[in-house]
């Protein structure tokens, strides 16, 4: 399983944008790249998910270079409601197995 | 759609004793079930894997006679901690994959918090 790297924690303000950026160099060719969000005590929840290029939802978006060795997690204009742990998560879908990483602590303030 | 429920949220037993705790998929039948733990300000630690009607695989480490799985249905996987002892404290997580073609998220239940005493 291709192992991931993140920032450990970032700091932001409220109606930012907030971009994550998560290192995957020895990513597979089946790989799909993954975010999950956790809040303190609960679940963690599907944020998006992607294979190339960019990918955008109604929370966020990924950004995933030609090479796919990184890719961006993109929340646009966050809240005091995202301050939470986000995982970038690499792994081949046929198996679903997902390995998390430490996670980027985000901290939103007013 | 696609929720993951968990019982219980919480619960405290004392030592020697086993608890268990079942993971259902409400709105979707699930291929497959996963069973996380999560000790404090640390990440997700996958434990095992589960498909309905088969056993359990479980990840290196984790002690398979001490965490019994039974994936009895395709909406049903509980997970039971036998002879707990103080060190099997920790925040318990489930998640689900849909059986469908095409699915590829994995939903994950609210956690269940054990504390053993």
């Known amino acids: ?110 | 759609g696609a929720v993951v429920s968990q019982h219980p949220s919480r619960v405290i037993c004392k030592s020697g004793t086993s608890v268990k705790i079942e993971c259902r998929s409400l709105d979707f039948q699930a291929t497959t079930m996963f069973w996380y733990r999560q000790f404090p300000k640390q990440s997700l630690m996958l434990m095992a894997t589960s498909n309905e009607g088969s056993k359990a695989t479980y990840e290196q480490g984790v002690e398979k006679d001490k965490f019994l799985i039974n994936h009895a249905s395709l909406t049903l996987s509980t997970l039971t901690v036998t002879s707990a002892h103080p060190e099997d404290s920790s925040f318990y997580i489930c998640s689900a994959l849909p059986r469908r073609t095409g699915a590829y998220e994995q939903y994950f239940g609210p956690g269940t918090r054990l504390t053993v005493t």
């Open chain 1, 1 to 110: 399983l291709a192992k991931t790297t993140q920032p450990i924690s970032m700091d932001s303000y409220e109606g930012q944008e907030v971009n994550i950026t998560c290192s995957h160099n020895n990513i597979a060719t089946n790989d799909y790249i993954t975010w999950y969000q956790q809040f303190p005590s609960q679940g963690p929840r599907f944020i998006i998910q992607g294979y190339k290029t960019k990918v955008t939802n109604e929370v966020a978006s990924l950004f995933i270079p030609a090479d796919r060795k990184s890719s961006t997690l993109s929340l646009p204009r966050v809240s005091l409601s995202d301050t939470a742990v986000y995982y970038c998560l690499v792994g081949d879908l046929i198996y679903s197995t997902l390995t998390f990483g430490k996670g980027t602590m985000l901290l939103v303030s007013p």
